[in-house]
């Protein structure tokens, strides 16, 4: 199975910083690479796929990056509600998600 | 406006039995791909199944050989029946399904839409 993990597991920012995630997996996935954002109580909305396409209404303060084995989650200029946990996931070979990194205010 | 919205979950006894299950609206069920994704406390989103339109299923390792996928068509609702239960399986489960999007190269795959999620405890 791949595994997929995700650095750092938590952090915190102020509106308006620029926030990096990164995702690792254990073999070459190519871009076979979803972003997640989930917010308690709410179902998980699909960011970003294919490691660097924006789903359809999805800020552009959103971005994403990567092949092969390591790759970024940036948002730029953090906005209130973008406080919530990121998650990645491959799609590669069945389907497996990172452990989160949860992005809380300073 | 595609909606899933899942039911069934509850209080179980280790080895026990519960059903789940996802009634979709907004597009036929056998038109997509079909999952159950499950978040146990404090822990990560964690895949459990798959049903292919062409009716092929495929589970996590984790589960396999104790939960089976399956739909109705006619209800427009994907379940997930849940034997031998353990304590590890407490979790909140989600139906997604596994929208297809292509670009200029390839095709991929994503959870697109979810449930809000039916909580399962498995508890003595």
């Known amino acids: 199975d791949i595994q997929m993990t995700q650095s750092p597991s938590s952090l915190s920012a102020s509106v308006g910083d620029r926030v990096n995630i990164t995702c690792r997996a254990s073999?070459?996935?190519?871009?076979?690479l979803n972003w997640y954002q989930r917010k308690p109580g709410k179902a998980p909305k699909l960011l970003i796929y294919?490691?660097?396409t924006l789903q359809s209404g999805v800020p552009s303060r959103f971005s994403g990056s990567g092949s092969g084995t390591d790759f970024t989650l940036t948002i730029t200029s953090l906005q209130p509600e973008d406080f919530a946990t990121y998650s990645c996931?491959?799609?590669?070979?069945?389907?497996?998600f990172g452990q989160g990194t949860k992005v809380e205010i300073k | 406006e595609v909606q899933l919205v899942e039911s069934g979950g509850g209080l179980v006894q280790p080895g026990g039995s519960l059903r789940l299950s996802c009634a979709a609206s907004?597009?036929?069920?056998?038109?997509?791909?079909l999952s159950w994704v499950r978040q146990a406390p404090g822990k990560g989103l964690e895949w459990v199944s798959v049903?292919?339109?062409?009716?092929?299923?495929y589970y996590a390792d984790s589960v396999k050989g104790r939960f089976t996928v399956s739909r109705d068509n006619s209800k427009n609702t994907l379940f997930l029946q849940m034997n031998s239960l353990r304590v590890e399986d407490t979790a909140v489960y989600y139906c997604?399904?596994?929208?297809?999007?292509?670009?200029?190269?390839?095709?991929?795959?994503?959870?697109?839409?979810w449930g809000q999620g039916t909580r399962v405890t498995g508890s003595s």
């Open positions: 997604a399904r596994l929208g297809e999007y292509c670009t200029s190269t390839s095709c991929y795959r994503g959870f697109d839409y």
């Open positions: 907004g597009f036929p069920v056998s038109s997509d791909y």
């Open positions: 049903i292919y339109t062409g009716g092929r299923t």
């Open positions: 996931q491959q799609t590669y070979s069945t389907w497996t």
């Open positions: 073999q070459s996935i190519s871009t076979y």
């Open positions: 294919a490691a660097s």
